[in-house]
């Protein structure tokens, strides 16, 4: 018997976490998905009987994976059609079947279309605003922001992309709003955003680069709707959606010491690189995997308490942090922890 999860009155959960459990695959087993969300499903009963109806009549989970199988450029017409004929089926208005439909959808988390890259080309063109702000010719893209803008910006509403490096280093800027629309933050698109304090991720952000705020030493809390499906906030501190991954730790969160919540299973890269206030932070035993300069220039940071189970450390995991002094590991793993961590053997005490 599975165990039961949190809000589990939304289907697009329930799926997403059976996938989780069962992979993709179990889209295609009918009954035994459907006997999983009547198990799982505690929401109304009559949208429990059209979940299930949509699984063994309608083959909807079915037909999404023969959909993840195909090219991503031909996907979504095959989606397209589908929705018709599920619409159309059980006379249903668009908007609500689109709705359910879509559940299924992110339940396995499927991607119809080609993001757009976050990288800036030549051949995305330009338009500026009046601010002085480039965008793509397209508006989809916001490209560059000028060095002496000031203040508080908004985002042109219709932006998908906040390219790499927009922001970088744009020390005047305090406030910046995103609209609805954007569904990706590049790499270091905002780092060194040294008076930035504070910032709210739209529902549909879907991706977030590496060292999207690193330098952000005034950032004390990372915001994000609560209908996101993708990422969630506790406290400020940015997690993935099934709280197992910590994506961010706002550099200006003044917590001397920050224990890590028992779910999380790993560090994301550069998850806390410049928390300048971390003085010691404990890992809890399901930890498997540190990302690439997650703790680098933790500056302050002195003692940091390793489980037993971690299998994977990035590069320069603890680049600059020149006052840690203590990397306490469990009894019985200095040989295995002597190779992830060759250069801070002096510092492994075990406890």
């Known amino acids: 018997m599975m165990p039961t999860i949190k809000d589990s009155s939304s289907i697009e959960e329930v799926l997403q976490y059976i996938v989780a459990c069962y992979g993709a695959e ?36 079915q037909q999404l994976y023969s959909i993840s199988l195909k090219p991503i450029q031909e996907r979504e017409g095959f989606y397209n059609r589908l929705l018709y004929q599920f619409k159309e089926a059980n006379f249903l208005e668009e908007a609500f079947a689109r709705q359910v439909l879509d559940a299924f959808l992110h339940g396995m988390n499927l991607l119809l279309v080609e993001p757009i890259s976050t990288k800036a080309t030549i051949e995305d063109g330009e338009w500026v605003d009046e601010f002085g702000v480039k965008y793509s010719a397209d508006r989809k893209k916001l490209i560059h922001v000028p060095y002496d803008l000031y203040g508080d910006y908004s985002v042109l509403d219709g932006t998908v992309v906040i390219c790499n490096c927009a922001f970088w280093s744009r020390d005047n800027l305090h406030e910046i709003t995103l609209p609805p629309s954007v569904t990706s933050i590049g790499n270091g698109a905002f780092s060194c955003c040294l008076h930035l304090q504070e910032i709210i991720l739209p529902s549909n952000i879907m991706s977030i680069g590496d060292a999207a705020f690193w330098g952000c030493s005034n950032l004390q809390e990372i915001n994000v709707a609560e209908s996101n499906k993708f990422y969630r906030n506790i406290d400020g501190v940015l997690y993935t959606k099934d709280l197992k991954t910590i994506i961010c730790y706002p550099a200006g969160k003044m917590n001397r010491n920050f224990v890590i919540p028992s779910g999380v299973t790993s560090i ?36 940091i308490t390793l489980p037993s189970g971690v299998t994977c450390i990035g590069d320069e995991t603890f680049y600059e942090c020149e006052n840690l002094h203590r990397i306490n590991i469990p009894r019985g793993t200095l040989e295995k922890f002597k190779k992830l961590l060759p250069k801070w053997t002096d510092k492994l005490h075990e406890i």
């Open 26 to 61: 179990i889209y295609q087993e009918k009954q035994r998905l459907s006997n999983l969300i009547a198990d799982l499903y505690t929401g109304e009963e009559r949208l429990k009987r059209l979940y299930r109806r949509m699984v063994m009549e309608d083959a909807v989970s």
């Open 268 to 303: 994301g890269d550069k998850a806390f690189i410049e928390c300048e206030n971390l003085h010691e932070i404990t890992l809890p035993s399901g930890v498997m995997s540190i990302g690439d300069g997650a703790f680098a220039y933790c500056s302050n940071l002195q003692e």
